[in-house]
């Protein structure tokens, strides 16, 4: 096997050096928590023509049970969200038969566990690669704070300095019903939403390339 | 026939992705289907514990080190609070010590059930084996909560014994699990161990001669497999391992089949050292009074125990404070990586996910 | 059970065959001259002490000084050893790197590095390993914040 002349070489300290020189980017600018999406609250006092109530409710409920998610385990977390996927604490009873390795094929994405200022960059290019209408739940107190890490030198101090969160799941490591808890609240936030958002409300890219 | 000509192609196994062990990156370099170079590498869950354990008292470590290898949390306790009495000079009662070996034992088969189900999983029996194994995990899983409360990261060991003794439910809870065990695991073996599609995946994949083993300071059922009989549990007994008659197993060829086999045959023998524990167990305190800020005196100390990945040790270094001055871990699962790329040369992709998983790795033990 | 080679017992061997390479000796271990390091390391690797089992290798930040330290084994003796070796730069501290004789060093000499920033001459691939390039600084040098 011959490498033919002209091809680009792959050089692994680039590489490595651009990937360093983009966590350290995101490092400068994205340490204060993004806003969450709270427009959910506001919906419930608009008052809506009876048609579109039928169609949101239609189309929320189609989508509230079947959200499929992208598993980033990144810690312990990951692993009570393993034993929530698995036989005893079924999840696919409310929708998730599958945890998509795909973000394209996904609507909703678990974080869990404690994320890294290294791993930052690709939490937001998998949040980004995901189509709408996208939830984020963050699981265990590291995702949420930074938990027990909050002081080290490399680890975000919550995920939602990196991704707008929508439900956040308290614990170290939350149970599994914990975990089912929290997956019902973001089910009522889904349903209360309005599928007239997604034309009005300009997407949220702060630190999105 | 002309010559056919191929270009090298790099693949990027990005840190996300579906095998569960974590947050791990590859980047691997194939010439068509077969791997030419590895290059791990890892770092996405680095958190600082060494640094943030030097700003915290010896107890306080203790649930730092609970998320090391976060699937074998009690052997993780163990370690350091061996390190920690062996540094402090504390005894530990024996009652304490009977229930340490108990919850270690059971956590090393719960953490070998969920090895063996992951590398079967990567094998492509997609998630039958594991959700077997998940059933006896989740068995073990409630035993714990019955004993300290968390299923997971359970910080149940303290310097100088345990937290708190077990309640009057457990004892036949436990003994009725361990009366069990064996016949579960007759299960699986009968159907994995001479599985033909296992036995084509694994046998002769991912070899580690028993030198290399050695020299590159790998551990654990990693390092038996390739015929090399060191179980810390054997040649340097910590803790009351030497009241307790149990094999070692060692392999032979040292290739992801062996491995498998070493993990599948210390369950069992991990359900002997129950048995023989759950006889032998003395009434008593569990805990030796110490005091709330520990002062070891100035020195330093390598603590280490056969955790179920592998040699886990625990490097403190005192200077007569309440923290320590070093807190280093080694770990097991990071040294065993060392020849990833030696035995992954020249076996295609998917041999690679293979000789991967039969490594067992754990991220948070890797990156600390 | 593992027996701890005293340090004395390994001075008499040593200074026979490498004069000049201990700087000082205990119970608990040796503390090596840095420059000698490599030819010790393969002196108990391959003579009658046969530690051929780096168990651990780190380094500790005494502020005059950097201690580097390796925890070795002997499996077929069953005996263990601490051997450590001292570095006083502080702007470029720099030690031999043990790779040639237990290339179990490898990737936690790469740690050491990228945590301590102790360079280790003559490892093969020394680069960071758990942080990011363009990570200002080694974060576990006792100065570090």
């Known amino acids: 096997m011959e490498i033919e002349p002209g091809l680009p070489v792959y050089s692994s300290h680039e590489l490595n050096v651009a990937e360093g020189a983009e966590v350290e980017r995101m490092r400068r600018t994205m340490d204060q928590p993004i806003p969450d999406p709270a427009d959910w609250l506001e919906e419930r006092e608009l008052s809506r023509n009876i048609l579109l109530t039928t169609v949101d409710k239609a189309v929320q409920w189609g989508r509230h049970y079947s959200t499929w998610p992208v598993n980033f385990g990144l810690a312990c977390c990951a692993f009570e969200m393993i034993s929530l996927a698995a036989s005893r604490f079924d999840v696919s009873r409310f929708g998730m038969e599958l945890l998509r390795a795909s973000p394209r094929q996904a609507d909703l994405m678990w974080v869990c566990g404690t994320l890294t200022w290294k791993m930052a960059p690709a939490l937001r290019r998998i949040y980004d690669q995901m189509p709408e209408p996208k939830w984020v739940l963050a699981m265990g107190v590291c995702a949420i704070s930074g938990g027990t890490f909050r002081e080290s030198y490399a680890v975000v101090p919550g995920v939602n300095c990196i991704v707008p969160v929508d439900v956040y799941v308290p614990g170290c490591p939350p149970r599994p019903e914990a975990l089912m808890y929290g997956v019902m609240k973001l089910h009522e936030k889904i349903m209360s939403q309005s599928v007239t958002r997604y034309f009005s409300i300009p997407l949220i890219t702060r630190g999105a390339k | 026939m002309t010559e056919l000509r191929t270009e090298p192609f790099v693949l990027n196994m990005g840190p996300h992705h579906p095998s569960t062990h974590g947050v791990f990156r590859m980047r691997v370099t194939f010439d068509g289907e077969v791997v030419v170079d590895v290059e791990p590498m890892f770092g996405y869950l680095h958190r600082g514990i060494e640094k943030l354990a030097e700003g915290r008292t010896y107890t306080q470590n203790i649930p730092l080190t609970d998320r090391l290898d976060y699937l074998a949390s009690m052997t993780n306790n163990w370690g350091y609070v061996l390190a920690a009495e062996k540094l402090a000079g504390i005894p530990v009662p024996e009652r304490a010590e009977y229930l340490r070996v108990i919850v270690g034992e059971l956590m090393r088969i719960a953490s070998h059930a969920m090895a063996i189900g992951f590398l079967l999983n990567e094998l492509g029996a997609f998630f039958t084996p594991f959700m077997y194994m998940y059933r006896e995990r989740e068995k073990i899983l409630d035993l714990f909560e019955m004993l300290c409360g968390q299923r997971l990261t359970y910080n149940y060991m303290r310097i100088g014994g345990v937290s708190h003794d077990a309640p009057p439910e457990f004892w036949p809870a436990v003994k009725r699990f361990v009366r069990e065990m064996p016949s579960y695991i007759d299960e699986y073996e009968r159907l994995l161990t001479t599985n033909e599609i296992l036995l084509a995946r694994t046998k002769g994949v991912g070899i580690l001669p028993r030198d290399l083993a050695i020299n590159s300071s790998a551990s654990g059922p990693f390092l038996r497999a390739s015929g090399v009989d060191w179980d810390l549990r054997r040649k340097d007994p910590y803790s009351i391992y030497d009241r307790f008659k149990f094999d070692v197993p060692v392999g032979t060829a040292g290739d992801v089949y062996d491995r498998y086999w070493c993990r599948m045959q210390e369950m069992r023998q991990s359900c002997r050292i129950l048995e023989q524990a759950l006889k032998q167990i003395p009434r008593g305190e569990v805990r030796t009074p110490v005091p709330h800020l520990l002062r070891p005196p100035v020195g330093e100390v390598y603590g280490h125990i056969e955790a179920p990945r592998g040699e886990l040790g625990f490097y403190l270094v005192s200077d007569n404070s309440i923290a320590p001055y070093r807190f280093h871990v080694r770990p097991s699962t990071l040294i065993n990586i060392t020849t990833l790329r030696q035995m992954s040369l020249g076996w295609k992709l998917a041999d690679l996910i293979a000789i991967f998983g039969s490594i067992d790795v754990v991220l948070g033990e890797i990156d600390r | ?145």
């Open chain 3, 1 to 145: 059970m593992t027996v701890a080679l005293s340090g004395k017992g390994v001075t008499e061997e040593l200074a026979k065959r490498i004069p000049g390479a201990i700087v000082s000796s205990d119970d608990k271990g040796i503390i090596i001259a840095s420059d000698k390091l490599l030819p010790v390391a393969e002196f108990l690797k391959s003579s009658q002490f046969a530690l051929d089992y780096l168990a651990n290798l780190t380094a500790v930040d005494y502020m005059d000084y950097f201690e580097v330290v390796y925890h070795l084994f002997s499996l077929q003796h069953n005996q263990s050893l601490t051997l450590k070796t001292r570095c006083y730069d502080r702007e470029r501290p720099a030690v031999p790197s043990v790779v040639s004789v237990w290339c179990g060093a490898d990737l936690q000499e790469r740690e050491v590095y990228d945590l301590m920033g102790i360079a280790f001459e003559g490892h093969p691939n020394l680069k960071r390993i758990v942080l990011w390039e363009g990570f200002p600084g080694h974060p576990l040098r006792r100065d570090y914040l």
